[in-house]
Nanobody
């Protein structure tokens, strides 16, 4: 079992920035994808950004150009740098890690963009 712990969420004004971090409890040797999802109240959980073990990234159209996903060299931590935040970005953000056998989810961290 792998535990994922997110941090970095909070309240920010429109146009502001946040960096989310997700720390895995251990190195996942068979990892293939790490990503960030978000879910707003009353809406389905959606992919925000993901990165493969080769470093190939994929972003939701709403995040492209504003958000950047990255990992450390050991693939133990995944980050989401969020710039130019909008009220529409308000949601609970979840870290997800997938290896050859399982998918693991963090508990979520709240991001609120409001004046």
């Amino acid at each position: 079992q792998v535990q994922l712990v997110e941090s970095g969420g909070g309240l920010v004004q429109p146009g502001g920035s946040l960096r989310l971090s997700c720390l895995a409890s251990r190195i996942i040797f068979s990892i293939d994808v790490m990503g960030w999802y978000r879910q707003a109240p009353g809406k389905e959980r959606e992919l925000v950004a993901e990165i493969t073990t080769r470093g190939v990234t994929n972003y939701a159209d709403s995040a492209k150009g504003r958000f950047t996903i990255s990992t450390d060299n050991a693939k133990k931590t995944v980050y989401l740098q969020m710039n130019s935040l909008k009220p529409e970005d308000t949601a609970v953000y979840y870290c997800k890690v997938r290896d050859l056998y399982d998918a693991y989810w963090g508990q979520g961290t709240q991001v609120t963009v409001s004046s």
